[in-house]
């Protein structure tokens, strides 16, 4: 495939990447994607003598017979009768629509007291308490489950006694009104000051919209599943009953933290829109870095080539530059220098598997052909190497690990990662280009992984950091492509691999190759080698067998089966003997829980 079908096809996939991944990270709110939530949540918070709570919870349920519980839990203790000597919140009544739910509660000391004279209601109640482990809740049980899909309400009175901190100026309470809930689609909060108590007020979210009115003030908006609402007030001294704790300067840790807060949620926002940005930009960025460092100039060259481009391209080479990914070596440039070193009688290919080495002079050859040499000659017995002997070395050394991780390295050595494959690879590329892409992953890896570790006050947060990783998978693709696509051939290289390409798709192509006489053997052997290093040998292979070239057929295969073999053999006892082995602001108030179901 010629780069320039390649690059459009990888900013294509990296952009159905971004769209998508956009999609899903601004669109889970959890209402599109559960059976249930809350539809409408409705408080008034009454700031008077006491803190009064009244909610109300309207539950769609859009698959029935699911749940047999609405409920609203806090984190913090509830009390049904009588009261504590540290802050808590104690139930007065709760209410529903359904007439087939019975009303229950759950204080902080496990003890139960449920609305019902059936004693195998309770029963089933106190069974599904212990089961869950619930404290400090309060809701509704249906015993036969909710079968109709529909709006269903609930409705609950609580009396809070908060934490108050105070330095005699101000008091100070933050209130959690939830943190761990089904989603609300509509929330609704009224902040009622009867004596005029209020000084400041502060809610999180900071994407709530704050209203001022007659009677104090209407908050509004919408809360993502487990998203903190919560409610911070500086109130006059003395005006709410709770438990006071003197902390100096309330006003002034008050207003650092909400500034903190809405400082580090702008530029959570901001950072949202920017990576929504880039990610809607990259297959563009992706293109210009393309243009900049990879474009390549044009050249005619024909699909098919019967004969071999270069043939003073050593066979290992042409695996390691043309037959992929420029710089990655496998073992079909090994098997195809076996190959030509028979060819050039350094070797003799012998029955199973074994070599006979017929030359030591290594003079002529380059640095992996004679590291080649050098591995079969140091491990031959009168000058024949046999791979029976390396699995066996193998074995032996199962009880020394470093002989065995130095076999295991001089194998590799030859098989998978030549010396000087870098070097190689730079006086063929230019790979500016794949630096650059390489860079813009190692960025985005740590941005995603920063993103991680800072504290997540809603979901805004969770979302910048899910389209980090939507960055990363971008990153990632374009980081798997060939160096190639944005490193830039030198000289006239990227010809000469067009027509490796040729050449490639040509000895792939049976019908072709067997136009071709068996008379002419050096040409045989010539598609044999080049063909092994690019990746294709077996396809000459199965010509060659149409044809009755039996012998050139037999090295071939006595290489394969027998050499595989081997170096599977040293990678398993290897792998089997290494192992593996094995407060103030945002998310700082008194309250927390909120709706559910179970």
Excluded at 64 to 80: F, I
Excluded at 172 to 199: Q, T
């Amino acid at each position: 495939m010629r780069e320039e079908k390649e690059i459009i096809i990888v900013c294509l996939l990296i952009f159905i990447v971004g769209v998508v991944g956009i999609f899903l990270t601004t669109s889970f709110n959890g209402m599109k994607y559960t059976s249930i939530y809350i539809k409408d949540y409705e408080a008034n918070l009454y700031i008077g003598k006491n803190l009064t709570l009244e909610e109300i919870y309207s539950y769609e349920v859009l698959e029935g017979r699911k749940y047999r519980m609405l409920y609203r839990d806090w984190k913090a203790p509830l009390v049904y009768n009588g009261s504590l000597n540290t802050p808590y919140v104690k139930v007065l009544n709760l209410s529903t629509s359904s007439k087939d739910m019975v009303g229950y509660v759950v204080d902080y000391k496990g003890d139960i007291f449920v609305f019902s004279d059936e004693d195998w209601i309770k029963r089933n109640i106190e069974e599904i308490v212990d089961k869950y482990y619930i404290r400090n809740e309060v809701g509704f049980y249906n015993p036969l489950y909710i079968r109709n899909p529909g709006i269903y309400t609930t409705s609950y009175k609580f009396v809070i006694y908060p934490p108050i901190e105070t330095d005699n100026v101000f008091y100070h309470i933050n209130l959690k009104l939830a943190d761990e809930h089904l989603p609300y689609k509509n929330v609704k909060i009224n902040v009622i000051d009867e004596n005029n108590s209020i000084l400041d007020l502060f809610v999180y979210p900071s994407t709530f919209k704050v209203y001022k009115t007659y009677f104090g003030y209407t908050i509004e908006g919408s809360s993502p599943k487990n998203d903190p609402i919560e409610v911070e007030m500086l109130l006059k001294p003395n005006s709410v009953n709770g438990f006071t704790r003197y902390v100096y300067n309330v006003e002034g840790k008050t207003i650092s933290a909400y500034k903190k807060y809405t400082f580090v949620s702008n530029i959570v926002m901001t950072l949202k829109y920017l990576l929504m940005a880039i990610i809607l930009l990259f297959p563009l960025i992706a293109y210009i870095i393309y243009l900049k460092f990879g474009k390549e100039k044009f050249y005619v060259v024909p699909e098919y080539l019967s004969y071999v481009p270069n043939k003073n391209r050593k066979p290992w080479i042409v695996n390691l530059i043309f037959a992929g990914d420029a710089g990655f070596f496998d073992k079909e440039g090994f098997y195809a220098t076996l190959l030509d070193l028979h060819n050039r009688g350094y070797i003799k290919i012998m029955n199973g598997g074994k070599i006979e080495i017929l030359k030591t002079d290594l003079e002529n050859l380059d640095v992996y052909e004679s590291d080649v040499m050098k591995f079969l000659m140091k491990y031959s017995k009168n000058n024949v190497f046999d791979p029976e002997y390396i699995k066996s070395l193998a074995q032996k050394y199962k009880s020394s690990k470093d002989k065995l991780k130095k076999l295991k390295d001089e194998l590799d050595k030859i098989m998978e990662y030549p010396r000087y494959s870098s070097k190689v690879v730079n006086a063929f590329l230019e790979t500016r280009g794949k630096k650059i892409i390489i860079a813009l992953l190692v960025i985005s890896i740590l941005l995603a992984v920063f993103l991680y570790f800072i504290p997540k006050y809603s979901q805004t947060f969770n979302e910048v950091f899910y389209l980090s990783i939507v960055f990363v998978v971008q990153n990632i693709i374009l980081a798997l492509t060939p160096t190639s696509l944005f490193g830039r051939w030198k000289a006239n290289y990227y010809k000469e691999k067009l027509e490796w390409d040729a050449f490639k798709n040509f000895l792939s192509n049976l019908a072709m190759i067997k136009k071709y006489s068996p008379e002419d053997i050096s040409i045989w052997k010539d598609w044999l080698i080049y063909g092994t290093a690019l990746g294709v040998g077996d396809k000459v292979v199965e010509a060659m067998k149409s044809l009755n070239l039996s012998e050139l057929v037999a090295d071939y295969v006595i290489i394969h089966s027998n050499y595989d073999s081997m170096k599977t053999s040293v990678d398993s006892v290897y792998s089997s003997t290494t192992g593996s082995g094995g407060g103030f602001g945002a998310g700082g108030g008194f309250g927390g829980g909120g709706g559910g179901a179970r």
